[in-house]
C-alpha cells in the first residue's frame, strides 16, 4: 500500500513563471490536505479538498494560488506567477473518513523560486 | 487566535528519557497529535490523543491534561536515530477531518 505521493520532489522556477505541485493520496483516503513549511518555520495550513470539493481554503493565499482534486487523478496545488517568498517546502496529506482521521504525509516538494 | 508552544531545542543522551512539553490555546479542540519530522523529509504520524491520560506505544508515550491544555511527547531509551524535529498539533474544528494546527517544532538532538 503506497503512501502518500507527491511530485516533483524538486520544482525550481523563475520569477514570474507557473508551479504546479501533484499529491495522490493514500489508497482508501477520500481527503487531501495541503501544507506550506517555511526554513526553520511550522507547518501552516493551506486547503482541505475532498473529491472535486475544496471543503476549507482559510489558509490559502487570495491571489495567484488555487488547489483543485478532480474526480479522476491527483490533487494539484497551483501556483501562478510565482516570487521569492513562495519558495518553501509544499507538503500534502490525506486521511481516511474513519474516526481520528489520522493525517498521512507525502515526502514534499521543494519548490525553488529564482 | 491560535496559539501552540514548544520549546525550541533540546538535547538528550542516549538510553536516557526526554520529555517534550507542548501547550496550546485554541478556539475548539478535537485531538492533538505528535508527528517526527527528520530534517528533509515527511512529518510521520507518532502518537494521536483525545480523552485526557497518557497514551503508550512502545518507546513512545503521549500525555494530554484538556483542562490545562498540555501535552508531553515522552521517548524512552533514547537512539541516535530519534534526533529530529517532534511536531505538536491541534485539531481544533468539530468535524474529525478538518486542518491540523502546528507549533514550531522541538527539535531533538541525542548525543553519546
Known amino acids: 500500500n503506497a503512501g502518500v505521493m507527491q511530485n516533483p520532489r524538486h520544482l525550481v522556477r523563475r520569477r514570474g513563471q507557473e508551479a504546479r505541485l501533484r499529491c495522490s493520496p493514500m489508497?482508501?483516503?477520500?481527503?487531501v490536505y495541503w501544507y506550506r513549511q517555511l526554513p526553520e518555520e511550522g507547518l501552516k495550513f493551506m486547503v482541505y479538498?475532498?473529491?472535486?470539493?475544496?471543503?476549507?481554503e482559510s489558509g490559502m493565499p487570495k491571489e495567484r494560488f488555487s488547489a483543485e482534486f478532480p474526480k479522476e487523478g491527483p490533487s494539484i496545488l497551483r501556483i501562478q506567477q510565482v516570487v521569492r517568498g513562495d519558495s518553501a517546502a509544499y507538503f500534502c496529506?490525506?486521511?481516511?473518513?474513519?474516526?481520528?482521521?489520522?493525517?498521512?504525509f507525502g515526502a514534499g516538494t521543494r519548490l525553488s523560486v529564482l | 487566535g491560535q496559539n501552540i508552544d514548544q520549546p525550541t531545542e533540546m538535547t538528550a543522551t542516549e538510553g536516557a528519557i526526554v520529555q517534550i512539553n507542548c501547550t496550546y490555546q485554541?478556539?475548539?479542540?478535537?485531538?492533538l497529535f505528535w508527528y517526527q519530522q527528520h530534517a528533509g523529509e515527511a512529518p510521520t504520524f507518532l502518537s494521536y490523543?483525545?480523552?485526557?491520560g497518557l497514551e503508550e506505544k512502545g518507546r513512545f508515550s503521549s500525555f494530554l491534561s484538556r483542562s490545562k491544555g498540555y501535552s508531553y511527547l515522552l521517548l524512552k531509551e533514547l537512539q541516535m536515530k530519534d534526533s529530529a524535529s517532534y511536531l505538536c498539533?491541534?485539531?481544533?474544528?468539530?468535524?474529525?477531518?478538518?486542518?491540523?494546527?502546528f507549533g514550531t517544532g522541538t527539535r531533538l538532538q541525542v548525543t553519546l
Open positions: 496529506a490525506s486521511s481516511p473518513s474513519v474516526p481520528a482521521n489520522i493525517q498521512y
Open positions: 489508497k482508501g483516503h477520500s481527503h
Open positions: 479538498l475532498q473529491k472535486e470539493n475544496i471543503i476549507d
Open positions: 485554541t478556539s475548539g479542540f478535537n485531538g
Open positions: 490523543n483525545v480523552l485526557d
Open positions: 498539533a491541534v485539531r481544533d474544528n468539530p468535524g474529525t477531518a478538518s486542518k491540523l494546527t
